[in-house]
Antibody, heavy 118, light 113 residues
Framework: QVQLQESGPGLVKPSETLSLTCTVSGGSMSNYYWNWIRQPPGKGLEWIGYIYYSGDTNYNPSLKSRVTISVDTSKKQFSLKLTSVTAADTAVYYCARATTVVSYFDLWGRGTLVTVSS | DIVMTQSPDSLAVSLGERATFNCKSS????????????LAWYQQKPGQPPKLLIY???SRESGVPDRFSGRGSGTDFTLTISSLQAEDVAVYYC?????????FGQGTKVEIK
């Protein structure tokens, strides 16, 4: 079955760029929307943005100025870059799949904790 | 943004008893052209990602036990666990997908009494 796996550094310094990759295995990226969602420790969920397999993107306005999501369908990966991070960006970052532009998320990765600290 | 507010924040229920919790949206998530409520429910156990339980407010995801049911329309929604099992201990989140940015409630934590 289709699985998602996040990867990337677990520690990022303040003011630097957070970079994560999600690898899709067991299925195609076509016709789906690929999302990033984060969850600060002990808190709720925040949608960051999505990329369609064709490359169209949409970001949460609260993060839009700092976020870039890209896709490499040949590697079956999509990536998140978040610039100028602060301690408030410390969170578990999940990648997730959706079937339409604005949708529920039917498949999630296990998540990766990123801590912003010097 | 559409604000999702869940109640209560936590709930303790005896095994085998019914658990009911609520989700309220700051504006209607009912799309009149197709009469669908753009509302989903997720279950998150400690150390795990959220798991989709319910979408379109009342449609159960494949493989989800039928003791989980969702109902409601417009701005007020309910998730019910008809007979609480030990494995249902988790935090439950609602999410609206009526309008971007998709937003989640703050969660309801369900424990065993």
């Amino acid at each position: 079955q289709v699985q998602l796996q996040e990867s990337g550094p677990g520690l990022v310094k303040p003011s630097e760029t957070l970079s994560l990759t999600c690898t899709v295995s067991g299925g195609s990226m076509s016709n789906y929307y690929w999302n990033w969602i984060r969850q600060p420790p002990g808190k709720g969920l925040e949608w960051i943005g999505y990329i369609y397999y064709s490359g169209d993107t949409n970001y949460n306005p609260s993060l839009k100025s700092r976020v870039t999501i890209s896709v490499d369908t040949s590697k079956k990966q999509f990536s998140l870059k978040l610039t100028s991070v602060t301690a408030a960006d410390t969170a578990v970052y999940y990648c997730a799949r959706a079937t339409t532009v604005v949708s529920y998320f039917d498949l999630w990765g296990r998540g990766t904790l990123v801590t912003v600290s010097s | 943004d559409i604000v999702m507010t869940q109640s209560p924040d936590s709930l303790a229920v005896s095994l085998g008893e019914r658990a009911t919790f609520n989700c309220k949206s700051s504006q209607s998530v009912l799309y009149s052209s197709n009469n669908k409520n753009y509302l989903a429910w997720y279950q998150q156990k400690p150390g795990q990602p959220p798991k989709l339980l319910i979408y379109w407010a009342s449609s159960r995801e494949s493989g989800v036990p039928d003791r989980f049911s969702g109902r409601g329309s417009g701005t007020d929604f309910t998730l019910t666990i008809s007979s609480l099992q030990a494995e249902d201990v988790a935090v439950y989140y609602c999410q609206q997908y009526y309008r971007t940015p998709q937003t989640f409630g703050q969660g309801t934590k369900v424990e065993i009494k």
